[in-house]
């Protein structure tokens, strides 16, 4: 038949995945640095890890070396700091997570079902929903290997004994949990899920498969042992449970980047295609993604908002509970013509979602960049408290600034008030007692008075930072003359935000008596 090669359809052949792949490691080709919502943040978090102990930084910043579930990206900014710089490497590194999050997919597809399914292309997209878009680069890059470590546990359970498949994993398992714990859980579960299904297949009992699939995770669970034995323990906060208007939030944020009615539109028909699933003879589920993909959605639908710290612990997992479900969609025996369509329409919604994620991104990175001259301003090692306007979480353009305070990080070795620093899940510990409340994430985010997960009033904090810790304010998104204070000096502004030096008359008194002598 013309389309195929070797008895494979067209979106089965190697070149089909190829392109894939390269095609998703377009978006963030352009960009400086990765245009998401944390990313600026993370960034100088490198910039911290990579020169700790030297000056200027360590006047700011403690680093304390442990291992915790949180070190995907930074252990390898780290490793290549010695080739490349910070922002290049992360550049880099994050650029190649969508690529790996695709091929993963379309493997995981092929390992499913012995050929990659017509109706693969439609979960593509996926690889830059919303954890990436909220720059959670960690748990995007363990997302990525879990999908990538449930298509190996599928292959070995048809080519390799348990004994040899359990020795492979425990490596697998601890490699997954340093890049982010959430991504080992989700691991586990996936592989609990999988494991079920292909026991239910060969005839076991419901609760003598579920035995064995839990016995057969079990092993896997030593990293996250070894380190509550070890002392590393989470200190954030455990909380908003049952929010079902948060979660449906999340279900229509799934894809969103820009554009709020194009991109719930595209839920839309995501949603449409399971429901078709679910009631055409002519489609089915393949139960050994299907099964994980339940469990997935059930862990949506039961995990809190924050979790020892860790935000939005429920929407992380769904994007990979829809991803499994979209690639256990098998068209039925017989339909050629429907497999075609369906292969046109998803290879045809992927590549409309390459483009307008260019499109997005780079419009993203615009604004960014726009604030980025106020850092010419900063003399090296100085210490910036930043204001930043947020849009509240139903805001759908979100300029994404609330940590672009980071670069100053990076770039003038500063100190600023946006760095998380929470126990357990980060290794650094601002050195400024003085200035607490505003010494740390997410002391920099102005929200409106009617927002929820509002801390930082703007006026009080321009009243009330300290003095003898920051030298300058940068306020993004509020305009010059907005922070009314008579000890701040604009010496730099844009349509939007603004940078203020901090007149210290004892520290001016001191400097001329200096000059004096």
């Known amino acids: 038949m013309q389309g195929e090669i070797d008895g494979l359809h067209w979106w089965q052949t190697r070149w089909f995945v190829l392109a894939a792949i390269l095609a998703s490691g377009l978006p963030l080709l352009w960009p400086a640095f990765p245009p998401l919502l944390d990313m600026p943040g993370h960034i100088g978090l490198y910039r911290i ?21 949180n070190l995907g990206v930074e252990g390898l900014v780290l490793a290549l700091h010695p080739l490349l710089d910070v922002e290049p490497a992360t550049h880099l590194i994050v650029g190649l997570i969508p690529p790996l999050t695709v091929a993963a997919m379309l493997w995981l597809a092929r390992e499913a079902h012995g050929r990659i399914p017509a109706t693969a292309p439609f979960a593509l997209p996926l690889a830059f929903a919303l954890p990436l878009q909220l720059g959670f680069v960690n748990f995007a890059l363990a997302a990525a290997l879990a999908l990538a470590g449930l298509a190996l546990w599928i292959r070995l359970g048809r080519t390799a004994r348990p004994l040899v498949r359990i020795a492979i994993f425990l490596p697998i398992a601890g490699v997954v949990w340093l890049c982010h714990s959430f991504g080992w859980a989700m691991l586990g579960l996936f592989i609990f899920g999988a494991e079920w299904a292909i026991r239910r297949e060969r005839g076991e009992t419901r609760w003598r498969a579920a035995l064995w699939a839990g016995l057969g995770c079990l092993p896997m669970a030593w990293p996250q042992l070894l380190a509550t034995i070890g002392g590393v323990g989470l200190a954030g906060d455990t909380g908003d449970w049952f929010d079902l208007t948060a979660k449906a939030q999340w279900i229509a944020s799934l894809l969103r980047e820009r554009w ?228 701040l000096m604009p010496i730099w502004s844009n349509a939007r935000s603004a940078l203020y030096r901090v007149a210290h008359p004892q520290k001016a008194r001191l400097s001329s008596a200096t000059s004096r002598r």
């Open 49 to 69: 890890m990579a020169e700790a102990g030297q000056a200027p930084l360590a006047q700011h910043y403690a680093v304390h070396h442990a291992l915790i579930g």
């Open 260 to 487: 709020k009615f194009y991109d719930v539109a595209c839920v839309i028909l995501l949603a449409l295609l399971l429901w078709t699933a679910v009631r055409s003879r002519r489609l089915s589920f393949a139960p050994v993604l299907g099964v994980p993909a339940v469990l997935g959605l059930a862990a949506f639908l039961l995990l809190p908002r924050l979790y020892a710290g860790g935000a939005y612990v429920d929407m992380r997992i769904l994007p990979g509970a829809i991803v499994l479900a979209l690639l256990a969609i098998r068209v039925g025996p017989g339909e050629e013509a429907l497999s075609r369509r369906l292969s046109l329409f998803g290879t045809g919604f992927f590549a409309l979602r390459i483009v307008t994620s260019i499109v997005a991104l780079a419009l993203f990175a615009r604004e960014q960049q726009a604030e980025l001259p106020a850092l010419a301003l900063l003399p090296s090692g100085s210490a910036v408290l930043s204001l930043v306007d947020e849009p509240s979480t139903a805001s759908w353009d979100n300029p994404r600034l609330g940590h672009i305070a980071g670069i100053a990080i990076a770039r003038r070795r500063v100190f600023t008030n946006e760095q998380w620093a929470i126990a357990g899940q980060q290794l650094i510990v601002p050195l400024h007692p003085r200035a607490t409340p505003l010494d740390r994430d997410p002391s920099q985010l102005v929200r409106r008075p009617d927002a929820p997960y509002r801390q930082t009033d703007f006026d009080q904090a321009i009243t009330g930072f300290d003095r003898g810790t920051f030298d300058y304010v940068w306020t993004v998104g509020f305009p010059a003359g907005r922070a009314h204070a008579p000890d």
